[in-house]
């Protein structure tokens, strides 16, 4: 049999769920456990049947929990305390040598440590594969010096976590899952449902999360590992980073631009962006970086993944100016991409503006609202709905659960093309060029060949029929570029026999994904 649908399978599921005025309830976190188990189907299994590409949640800090945790181990956590969720080597040896660079690190930053917790887990519930690979996991509770304000301790536990894995780089099983007073991290390898068989925390009533984003993976560019799995340190993403040779490439020419006030000693941290991990890995440490440097993740997201602004006619001028004040300074970071994240008061879900990763939400009575690539992720009666909606492609939706409200992108856009005078400080400082299609005829330099002649220049230059008649023809007749399949079965140009145009030396590259999904916008 050719085809079997039971073994049909489908790009990474992803999504997150939150109380709108910010109350922690285990509701919450149970939710999105239910909610991640309806999307196995979504990632792909190993030989063994229980291992997974990975999968995950990203919690608000569970602060209540982690007060509990501490008590029953005769720890007193300050008002501003951090928890780092690590993975460490299953050497003894190298694992405790890892603690001691963690604890030194953590307090040439003036932080105290109060511990370290040995996460319960069972491991009988993971596959072969997954048992291989898999690292010592331990929690480390960090206080924040008197006076301190969280976003403070976040600026440094940021850099202290950077010195860190520099200093562990060798250390492949090491891996900082969250170092954060915000949120905190529980992903690996095993299949959703098993996820809290796996970590009994998230099994235990008492942990609350007022927000909580979740995602399964179908692996594409990267063999499954620990560390890969996701969500992030901020952020879960379904779909391809497309453009991602360039973003990296980009951020490392910037890396002596990245400079704030807020991070005397920021340039430590450089490069800021790993090149050898998943796409998302590498978004997610731009943002943040951004979040770092000062910025908001409303503000951060806007700038990374902008909507299609360019060739707008009716957008507003004050807005435009905003996102070309923008493409100044950072290029986008094109997909197809849906992400979800969070800095543990805003949780929010952004389209690129290709749009094709759905992206579908629900508000209930009970002041939830889950926004997911699919609907039908857990059960609610049809009575208890207030809302219903998606993110169309290039729109942002934020929840921000300290106001108690949500923001579409018209009122994010709103609110961010009016705090600075983007308008006038691009009609002031960038002058632009005047556009081919706009010069006067007389400056317009032509010249006429006849048909021996450019016959000849074209076979100089190896043009081939099909290039003069489907790109070149097209080109000339619409004023764009033909549509075509990416396939080509011709040989590299730098292993054929056959002499070839210069151009063909040069290949876009792109992620290849087994069966991506796609879905009519209504």
Known sequence: MLYDKSLEKDNCGFGLIAHIEGEPSHKVVRTAIHALARMQHRGAILADGKTGDGCGLLLQKPDRFFRIVAEERGWRLAKNYAVGMIFLNKDPELAAASRHIVEEELQQETLSIVGWRDVPTNEGVLGEIALSSLPRIEQIFVNAPAGWRPRDMERRLFIA??????????????????????????????????????YLDLADLRLESAICLFHQRFSTNTVPRWPLAQPFRYLAHNGEINTITGNRQW???????????????????????????????????????LLAGGMDIIRAMRLLVPPAWQNNPDMDQDLRAFFDFNSMHMEPWDGPAGIVM???????????????????????????????????????????VVEKGRVGPGELMVIDTRGGRILHSAETDDDLKSRHPYKAWMEKNVRRLVPFEELPDEEVGSRELDDDLLASYQKQFNYSAEELDSVI??????????????????????????????????????AQVTKPAYRPAA
Do not use: H
């Not at 860190?164 to 690996?188: A, H, W």
């Not at 879900?349 to 609202?369: H, S």
């Open 251 to 289: 951020a490392r020419a910037r890396t002596y631009k990245f400079q704030t006030p807020l991070i005397p000693d920021l340039q430590s941290a450089a490069p800021f962006v790993n090149e050898t991990g998943s796409d998302s890995s590498s978004l997610d440490n731009m943002l943040e970086l």
């Open 161 to 198: 976590r950077r010195r860190i894995e520099k200093r562990l780089q060798n250390d492949k099983d090491f891996y900082v899952c969250s170092l954060s007073n915000l949120v905190n991290i529980y992903k690996g390898l095993c299949m959703p449902a098993d996820l809290p068989r796996f």
């Open 342 to 384: 969070s800095d543990g008061r805003f949780a929010a879900c952004n389209l690129d503006r290709n749009g094709l990763r759905p992206a579908r939400y629900v508000i209930t009575k009970d002041k939830l609202i889950t926004c997911a690539s699919e609907v039908g992720i857990w059960d609610y009666q049809p009575d208890e």
């Open 473 to 510: 023809r097209v080109l000339g007749e619409n004023g764009q570029e033909a549509v075509g399949s990416m396939g080509d079965d011709t040989p590299f140009a730098v292993l054929s026999s056959q002499p070839r145009i210069i151009y063909d030396y040069f290949r876009q590259q792109f």
